[in-house]
């Protein structure tokens, strides 16, 4: 009898954690919407279903999918010590998350793709640059969750490790960017994809959104490998730079070969370039992306 009590005890216990982290999730989900528009000088209800703004939903969406991803790293299965506890921990995770989140947007916006202005283009209904946008925010929240994952309990050292991780993603997202533009002036005889992307090149958006996702994957790698200690946060961040480095590298040169084979007899730069083939495009998202998970799936 005292067994089923216990257990009927526990139960409810787990319940009542499970309704606060629910809870919070739900609401901070929300709040990203309103974010979005707030960030974008929109009423976010008029901009999605008056004006029927496809780039801003993406954007959007992109934006939402980003916080709940932050969020399965703020939800560990581990019960805190009390409800109040609980609580903290979950605002506190997911409110820094999005802070995050929105610091990388506007990382990516003044430095990664500091030719065009995405807020603007997305008011302007441009698809490809809700795309860019929504991938830069799934990418930052992909590295997030992983050192959400990677450190231990709540405390200023924890958040100097969730900002430095977050530094290193930015990094890598900028240094990849940069070699992106540099491929592509080089296929396009001298041609801007920044530019191209302000000109509405969806296929092009969608290939640079795997090749952000993947480089982000590549990233959370370096978790796998490294033990969280406060002591060695300095040394710490240049293992998990080197690491990225490494793994980012190792997924572009697989990807490349899986490329190859997988859309043989197919040019990419004709298709995806100059054509503007969208499906050629998602094939080269998907191929990216698939990679970047079998390859940390086996580190892990």
Known sequence: MNT???????????????AIDITIAILLLGAMRFISGFTAQV????ELSKEDNFAFGVSVAGSVAAMGIVLTGAITGEAADSYVMEAIGMLSYGLFGLILIKIGRMVHDRIA????????????????????????????AIIIRAVLLWVNGLSISTFVAIAAGFIVSQAMLVLVTR???????????????????????????????????STALAVTAASYFLTYNPDTLVVNLVGWLVFSVIMTVLVWLLTTIAKKLILMGINLVEEVDQQHNIGVASVEMAISISIALILTGLMA
């Open 4 to 18: 089923i009590i216990d257990i009927t005890h526990l139960n409810q216990d787990l319940l009542i954690y499970l």
């Open 43 to 46: 009423n976010s209800t008029e």
């Open 113 to 140: 793709l500091n030719q065009i202005n995405k807020t603007e283009q997305i008011k302007a209904h441009n698809i490809s640059v809700g795309i860019v946008d929504a991938a830069g925010a799934i990418a930052t």
């Open 179 to 213: 070699l992106k533009e540099k491929q592509y002036a080089k296929n396009n005889q001298g041609d801007c994809m920044q530019e191209a992307f302000a000109d509405g090149q969806v296929a092009l958006a969608i290939r640079y959104a795997g090749q952000a996702i």
